[in-house]
């Protein structure tokens, strides 16, 4: 190199400093759900007949992540993506059979197959929808009952706040559990009404429930057998049956020389 | 840096629950560099879907010790020069052709078959545009890489010596050379309009 032409070269800082400052681009928000879809991390959603009228089922690969009703696809979509931060696509495949059988009949046994994504539910709020998820269909037990099985007898109301922030219900049937006093309780999925109707299209008889509830009356013993559950263990079947011990509390069963019901586990 | 750390311990702990994360965190950085590998918004993008795509696919098959010892940023970055010269390749997209189209929707590696894509027209209209990413797009790919990683894209040399897999001494001989390269190709576009506004 000759010393005339090293001369007429810029000097080396501007062009570092030129380099340093061209302009960087921003990745297009088109990015991050393109890369998610590829790879199986997107989320995809199906709209379905529900006992409530349509809902929205979303999905990632984990598994079920929302249940949600909503007036459309755009507003499912805006909410999905505001909650959970990451992209939705309506999905052109089939929804899985177990959340199409289980939309066709809400007490059916399919929920065990069922696997679901609860990513940014705490660990309380999880113990407490996997308890939910436990009541049988055609079966209701109280917000004490699952604070008593998760180990935190005092937290009732917190289990209240739990199941109401469900992001899956009806999957999750967060609309088996109702009040100690035998009142229905509230529901994140279009207040007490509709949970009124879903425990009805289960099997449940709200209006016994209350009717015992009015009475102070919380267990039922079985007489022959000794031991006493929830009213509507088992079904309705012990409802009708005229064998029927009541209890006010557990206290009062086991005094009466009644064990507590292994399925359903009232409080002694 | 511990903050990277954090995101490759995370990986190895709960990768399909972190990746988004992950993309999150580097997408316009990986995004940026394909759109200073390729030229355009379209390659670029999909490059950087690529890189991420075969990102995540490698770490399904890596043991968690593996992807905690990563050093994830000059990783990815890897990934995206192989993908961008992979593509680039594949298209047989030459470096210089960094401004794919003209203006009269002529591919620039079409061939020479009309005046006004023979290399001498084409060259002159490339110059008439230069700005420093043309320039730089006009290198050799071995300084081109170097010199995008160290500068534009702020890498340390180790970090980009990691990336191109290659000794620290190729490195910054390359771009030392590159920068010279650079400073002669603005030398030489000096007197168009379009470059000078970048050297002034």
Avoid at chain 1, 17 to 38: F, I, K, M, N
Avoid at chain 1, 249 to 268: H, S
Wanted: proline share 6%; glycine share 6%; charged share 30%.
């Amino acid at each position: 190199m000759n010393r005339t032409v090293q001369k007429s070269l810029p000097p080396t800082t501007s062009v570092l400093r030129h380099l340093r400052s061209s302009p960087t681009h921003e990745a297009p928000a088109s990015l991050l759900p393109a890369v998610l879809r590829r790879v199986g991390l997107g989320d995809l959603y199906w709209q379905l007949d529900s006992p409530v009228g349509a809902v929205f089922i979303a999905a990632s690969r984990a598994g079920i992540s929302m249940v949600s009703r909503a007036r459309s696809r755009e507003d499912f979509e805006r909410s999905f993506e505001r909650l959970r931060g990451r992209p939705i696509s309506r999905a052109t495949s089939r929804p899985p059979a177990a959340v199409r059988i289980l939309m066709k009949n809400l007490a059916g046994r399919d929920r065990g197959k069922l696997r679901f994504d609860l990513r940014g539910v705490s660990e309380f709020e999880r113990a407490v929808l996997m308890k939910a998820l436990e009541i049988p269909g055609g079966e209701v037990r109280p917000y004490s009952w699952i604070a008593r099985e998760i180990g935190h007898p005092e937290a009732v109301r917190a289990v209240g706040t739990a199941l109401g922030k469900n992001p899956v219900p009806l999957l999750i049937p967060c609309h088996r559990v109702v009040r100690a006093d035998g009142t229905i309780g509230n529901y994140s999925l279009g207040g007490s009404r509709v949970k009124r109707t879903l425990l009805e299209v289960e099997g449940v008889e709200p209006e016994i429930i209350e009717q015992l509830a009015a009475r102070g009356i919380r267990y039922l013993g079985n007489e022959k057998e000794r031991y006493y559950c929830y009213p509507t263990c088992g079904g309705t079947k012990s409802l009708v049956d005229s064998n029927h011990v009541p209890f006010h509390n557990g206290r009062e069963a086991v005094a009466a020389g009644y064990r507590p019901c292994k399925a359903c586990r009232p409080a002694a | 840096m511990p903050q990277e750390h954090a995101l490759e311990a995370a990986l190895a702990r709960d990768l399909e629950g972190c990746f988004e994360r992950m993309v999150r965190e580097y997408q316009d950085r990986l995004y940026s560099f394909a759109h200073r590998l390729a030229g355009n918004p379209q390659d670029a993008e999909e490059i950087a879907q690529d890189a991420f795509v075969r990102a995540y696919r490698a770490l399904k098959t890596y043991p968690a010790e593996r992807i905690r010892a990563l050093s994830l940023k000059a990783w990815l970055y890897q990934i995206t020069l192989n993908v961008a010269r992979n593509r680039m390749r594949a298209k047989r997209h030459a470096v210089v052709s960094i401004d794919e189209r003209d203006g009269d929707g002529h591919a620039a590696w079409e061939p020479e078959d009309s005046p006004e894509n023979r290399p001498d027209s084409r060259f002159e209209r490339g110059r008439r545009r230069a700005d420093i990413a043309t320039l730089v797009a006009g290198l050799p790919e071995r300084y081109r890489s170097a010199l995008i990683l160290r500068y534009m894209e702020g890498l340390r040399l180790e970090e980009v010596a990691s990336v191109l897999k290659q000794p620290l001494g190729t490195v910054k001989s390359n771009v030392h050379r590159a920068v010279n390269a650079l400073r002669e190709a603005l030398s030489a576009s000096r007197r168009f309009p379009a470059a000078k506004e970048v050297i002034s």
